[in-house]
């Protein structure tokens, strides 16, 4: 995925701006899903409006079932909106999903086992068709980025699960797509290691200024990774509240002790609560 555009610096008269560039990288209005069942009609999603601008960490938070893992699978056209509007760079989802506009980390890493780490990470370049030379190349450059060098020629059985999902997440930039669509990668790791695995995705992001859009359940994980907080409510998912995480892009593990972290978590949580009181 493209950097972030140059900025103009503040002192200069600003020119007349190009309107592609200050487009959202995803812009959904008025979006609805409903899920037809053999025992009626599902409401999975209801109204849902939100910009996302190049460059943001933006994190789905809410109870299971509230439709933020369905409205990131619809963002990723991996489900369809029955309602509404949504573009991701100014395309449709289909259209975003054929031209390789977004990667897709998955709950679990997803990965072949009779392929090693390094042949994992390559598949999608041999899918698109890339020269063998151009795929190592890339390989390795990933690997590095995610702190797997040297673990190439190893099989997913013999790396450790925050391993695992580095490798995933190595794999999802590969092609260096545009958007990176993550569904809570780390919920089934324990403590520690997702302490360390939010530590790395954040120098990931800093690094390659991707945008990013993430699913979690945790209010810390959230308030740690995110520059916006979009809070759900149960089915059918609405938007409760949109968070600014204006905590700066140095942010040590020892951050969630500080008032301001606290008093953002206490928003969050307090969305949280509202949301389950929301009533049709």
Request: charged share 25%; with cysteine; glycine share 8%.
């Amino acid at each position: 995925m493209a950097g972030s555009a140059a900025r103009i610096d503040a002192a200069q008269a600003e020119p007349t701006r190009d309107a592609a560039a200050d487009a959202p990288v995803i812009d959904v209005r008025g979006l609805s899903l409903t899920f037809q069942t053999a025992d009626g009609p599902v409401y999975a999603l209801s109204d849902v409006d939100l910009q996302v601008a190049e460059g943001e960490f933006v994190s789905f938070i809410g109870p299971s079932g509230c439709g933020k893992t369905t409205l990131l699978r619809v963002i990723a056209d991996l489900e369809r909106a029955t309602g509404g509007h949504i573009t991701v760079n100014d395309m449709t989802p289909e259209e975003a999903r054929l031209k390789r506009a977004y990667g897709f980390v998955f709950q679990a890493p997803a990965l072949y086992p009779w392929r090693t780490v390094g042949r994992n990470v390559e598949l999608p370049l041999e899918i698109f068709g890339l020269s063998k030379q151009e795929r190592r190349a890339r390989v390795a450059q990933m690997l590095e980025l995610v702190n797997l060098g040297g673990f190439e020629k190893k099989y997913p059985w013999q790396l450790s699960g925050g391993m695992q999902q580095r490798a995933s997440i190595a794999r999802a930039l590969s092609f260096d797509p545009q958007l990176l669509l993550m569904d809570e990668p780390f919920g089934a790791l324990d403590e520690i290691v997702r302490d360390h695995l939010n530590e790395q995705l954040l120098q990931l992001w800093a690094k390659t200024k991707k945008t990013v859009v993430f699913v979690t359940h945790s209010i810390p994980e959230a308030v740690f990774l995110s520059t916006r907080i979009v809070v759900m409510s149960p089915r059918p998912g609405r938007i409760i509240d949109v968070i600014d995480c204006d905590l700066g892009p140095d942010r040590p593990l020892d951050i969630r002790e500080t008032p301001e972290f606290l008093r953002i978590a206490h928003r969050v949580r307090e969305g949280l609560r509202a949301g389950h009181s929301y009533d049709d």
